[in-house]
């Protein structure tokens, strides 16, 4: 097939009977249903983009086996000059949502990817998962199928594994011909309710005895049995403008519990089975993080921007930039990108070639960007919250410009520093919608924890810490001090 458009994309979702809940009621088309249509919308934007001439050439590269095009974050890079047009790509859809849409196909699609790349890890329990994997992987890329993923276990207990808490997480439950059967929660499905396919894998720290919970698999998000759950919407009741509201009425992402009830998986859609080891070991092994902190940073860049942006065009509406204090946050948050982009040009510079010929963006930068998100996010947003100050709670609705009675003082009061009463209150709006609205605090609890649990992702960077160069200089300037009743000595510090 190639690349897909929007209404390919729309039409299938149309067709696809899948068991999703939202707000106590069946949603039997999520494509027009007001919970999902916007950001539904959103999706197929990003792929009519990839058929428009204007992005296909960046957007899409050769499917070298069909000879089709296809998705870039689907190709295999095989030199670094084919990991900046990856790059260059997921900028160009990331900017199409301005970065809030943190689950776009892309993140996936770099995902499977890196699975293939690495295929021959799957193949220890059997070359017949790798090629399994080698097939799917296949299957979605020539036919430009969206994925979600749910990893984490529930918090029923935390201080419990999974195989202590009976019947709650997911786990096989039985092997029938053909296949096995799943049961059990697993969260969360980010736009899992309007995704073509789930691929299901493990979060780090399963433990001995959780056998049954160590599979890697795929199935459709429309398989008999799966259900989803989704947390309360933010703009369900339709009345939410998009004046009022500009970035929560589009790129609102749904979240969704994933319930499965004897779901049945066939052994070809099955990538690894009651692996513990397997399952951790897949993501020092494969290029995973490698590839999705690339993609996720290249995201977040245009994120940070935008609430940067926001920050500074808040300020200079209302003249608050002139003061040292507001310049210094504002210096900070710009501080900030530039760690992005930084990162970025390093993981592209220290690219790894593996023994394959295919390449990887370094991962230790991405991933300490990764983690730097966490913190840096949340501090811009608090940023704008703190330069918007109380303005943010003045602003009329929009339809208040509508009313003649008030059009003298919509027209009058709320002007600012070269700017009319109408576009300030839009900016503030706009700004408000990222800053303050559950939609804005969802962004943040995202960037805090979409790619794990940040305190122990740093203790992790510790705990993994190559620490020659520390040692080495720790070490030459101990030998500084010297004997405690001898001369100090003067020693060279090795290169
Ligand atoms: C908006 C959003 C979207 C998401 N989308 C997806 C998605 O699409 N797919 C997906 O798979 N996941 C998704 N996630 C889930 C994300 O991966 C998890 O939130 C993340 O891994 C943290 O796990 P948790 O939420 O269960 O928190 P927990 O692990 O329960 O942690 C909660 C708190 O308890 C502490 N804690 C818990 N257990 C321990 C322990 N053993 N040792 C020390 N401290 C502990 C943590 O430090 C933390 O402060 C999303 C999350 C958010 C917020």
């Given amino acids: 097939m190639g690349v897909r458009s929007g209404t390919d994309y729309l039409e299938g979702l149309r067709k696809s009977a899948r068991d999703v809940w939202v707000g106590g009621e069946r949603v039997a088309n999520v494509a027009d249903h007001r919970a999902f249509a916007a950001v539904a919308r959103q999706l197929a934007a990003l792929y009519d983009m990839q058929q428009n001439p204007l992005y296909a050439d960046r957007l899409t590269g050769t499917d070298p086996e069909t000879g089709e095009r296809c998705g870039i974050s689907f190709l295999e890079a095989r030199s670094v000059d084919d990991i900046r047009r990856r790059r260059e790509g ?48 296949r299957f979605v890329r020539e036919n430009d199928l969206f994925l979600s993923h749910a990893l984490v276990t529930p918090q029923n207990d935390r201080t419990k594994a999974s195989h202590e808490l009976g019947d709650l997480h997911l786990r096989v439950t039985g092997e029938v011909e053909g296949g096995i059967i799943m049961n059990g929660a697993r969260m969360i499905a980010t736009l899992g309710p309007v995704a073509d396919e789930i691929l ?120 608050s930039d002139t003061f040292l204090h507001v310049q210094q946050m504002l210096g900070e948050c710009i501080g900030f990108v530039e760690h992005l982009k930084s990162g970025l040009a390093r993981a592209e510079a220290e690219a790894e070639r593996l023994a394959s010929g295919t390449w990887r963006p370094a991962l230790a930068p991405l991933h300490n960007l990764r983690i730097m998100m966490a913190k840096a996010y949340p501090r811009v947003i608090e940023v704008l919250q703190t330069i918007g100050a109380g303005g943010f709670m003045l602003m009329p609705s929009g339809a208040d410009f509508g009313v003649s009675e008030l059009a003298d003082d919509t027209g009058k009061y709320y002007c600012g520093v070269n700017v009319s009463s109408l576009d300030r209150v839009r900016l503030f709006k706009l700004a408000w919608d990222l800053a303050g609205e559950a939609f804005g605090q969802r962004l943040v609890q995202y960037e805090r924890y979409y790619a794990g649990d940040p305190i122990r992702n740093l203790a992790g960077v510790y705990l993994a810490v190559d620490d020659t160069d520390y040692r080495r200089l720790v070490d030459a300037a101990l030998a500084l001090a010297g004997d405690p009743d001898g001369e100090a000595q003067q020693v060279e510090c090795a290169a």
């Fill in 200 to 319: 299901m894998y493990n979060l780090p720290g399963l433990k001995a005895g959780d056998e049954d919970h160590a599979v890697i698999f795929a199935i459709p998000a429309d398989a008999p049995g799966l259900r989803q759950i989704c947390r309360e919407p933010y703009t369900l009741d339709g009345s939410r403008t998009s004046f009022d509201h500009p970035l929560s009425t589009r790129f609102e992402e749904n979240d969704a519990l994933l319930v499965f009830k004897d779901v049945f998986v066939p052994w070809e859609r099955i990538f690894c089975y009651r692996n513990v080891k397997a399952a951790a070991e897949m993501y020092p092994r494969t290029s995973i993080r490698n590839h999705t902190a690339y993609q996720t940073n290249i995201r977040a860049l245009v994120k940070m921007q935008l609430a940067t942006g926001l920050a500074m065009s808040v300020a200079r509406a209302t003249g």
């Fill in 90 to 137: 997921m900028r160009l859809w990331a900017e199409a949502s301005f970065g809030l849409l943190g689950r776009s196909p892309d993140f996936m699609n770099a995902t499977l990817l890196a699975l293939w790349e690495s295929r021959d890890f799957f193949a220890q329990d059997g070359g017949h998962f790798a090629g399994h994997l080698d097939a799917y992987y």
